[in-house]
């Protein structure tokens, strides 16, 4: 039980890390969306920044939601395959499908820029994908701690 | 410690399997040296092979795990890859043993069949014993194993006993040496082999300096089985009727000729319920009484010998007033964890050491073994995160490792299949308490038991293997996740030890 207080600590921490980042494109005072040149297509930058916030929550949840079915599959529901342990990489990977759709949803979806459109892109699939991956990388369950790619070559615990 | 076991006929055998299992379950103490020699004049006795085999499993066991852990702890060897018998093989009759004249003929007619010497002009007898193929035992008569003792049983000539002797007296000098001699009292061979080995040793070493750092043990198995008719009309043949009878009189015997007062501790272990044996036969690899939960109590009382302090095991200084072991059950035809026959202080531990080692047989036999498996030939090794922490990571995992795995994984299944004898009622009523066999062993058509298929095993799960000990239970998952979230000891083992001492320590 202490171990599954301690991943569902640190995923809240990294999604707080990621939530930080939204603040920093779009809330702070001099949000990095604005400095880093993005121009709406449409309407005024305020406008594009709220839509932009929205969507970029709407990914984050999405993405949370992902992380925590996997874990909560990968801690309660597999079971260790008899006589010879099965891969579950495939439903991980489903859950990444997830995240990645809704980050292509944000992109299509959400509001448009004109110039410098890839920064908001890439930044839902950072928060939406990107935060799934480390999470579930750094927080799987320890029977499963590996199915991520990669994992093994990141996780020493 | 140095600890011998010299385990007589086929009762013996039994014993000495299981005091085999116990010492790689870490029961014995540690560190110990544990040597083993069988003697039977049936060299082809079924339960003498399977002792024979698990102890050869064992070997090919011992010095994986460096005693990172208390599995396979004991650094046990064979004096004797083969039994030692005292039959030869031109020799096999008690006439071409002894060769008789004349004279001595009609005497051993007189004392091996019914003859009255003082009635003229009787026709001659069969011969009887006298001309009994002595190569399948003795038959349950004592007074034939004992003229073939007396006879053969020479220190100088015979090579076992004459490099044990040499042993321990070598051993003595530095510290503890301890030997138990074991064999039924109820039979032939070990109820003449016994006491007539212990006597020579005795005589021989333990004589020597007043018997300082060396002490002998016996445990004598009172009739606990039975078995049917063996199916040859005519010939002579151990019977089970004669058991309680030949074992009042290998009592009486042994206090009177004073055999009882050089050993330091005497366990006496029997069972009033008699175990119907399944399979009976005269001798040979057909005589494979199946182990019985007696065994197991018999080992522990060896473990029991090993384990006491100099001196403690039996009186005080070496004075022959040793002490005499019984152990008991609460319920006649029930037997619990709680009437395992361990000393108070150690009996949690040895009891979780014995648990412990069941689970891992059968974790191992069933999950992690065909894992490993399909890793190392399949790859994915992120399916099971303990094989890439412990074989991949600065180890490696290569056709030898896995030889090592496969040998780890006989003995688990030679345990299993002990477990499962053990745990199953032989007498009608009978209830064994301590496993659950049916997570791991189904019953065959014919009744007999054999280990369960791994879909058998699904279906059934590994939380209920242990009976009356709920707060142990742990499922499979339980034990995986454990694995996985284990670290390596420092220093680390190398290959596939370093897997197996997780997922031994998980379980």
Redesign the interface.
Known sequence: MKKIIIDLIGIVVLYALFFGLIYLMAISSQPLLQRLNVVPASGSGDEYREGFRNWALIVMAVSLVATLAWYALAQWAFRVAIPVARSKRLIWLLWLAVTILAGFAAVFLGPAASVNAHIPALFYFLGGAGFYYLATILFSPVSYKYTPPGASALRFF | MSCYLIAVGGTGAKIAEATLHLAAAGILPSPCELSVLFVDTDEGNGSLGRAIRVAQRYLDCYGLFNGTISLFNANVNLVLRVPWSPIGKDTKTLRSIFAPTQVEEDVMRCLFTDTDPSVLGQPDPPPGEIELDLTEGFRARAAIGSAVWAHTLNWAQSRPFEQLAREMRDKRQNHNVKVMLTGSIFGGTGASGVPTIARLLHEEIGKDTGGKNFEIGLLPALPYFTYGDVGRPGEITADPSAFLANTKQALDYYEKRDYLKFFKAIYLIGDECSAQMRKPAVGRGDQTNEPHYTELMAALGIAHFYHAAPGEAGGDGGKPTGHLYLSSRENKFKLTWNDLPMDEGLHIAFEKKLRQLARFAVALR??FE??IT?VYKDG??????WY?DFL?RKNKFDEDQNRNLESVKLYCESFLEWLMDITKPNTQGFETRLFDRTVFCREKDDRRLRLAS?DE??LAGLENLFVDRQEERAS??DI??KA??TKPPHPPLDGVARALQAIYSSC
């Not at chain 2, 994915?380 to 995160?385: C, E, I, K, T, V």
């Open positions: 069933y999950c065909p894992t399909s994915a090794a992120h399916r099971a995160p890439i991949k791994a095993f699904r499979l998952d995986w996740a996985c979230d």
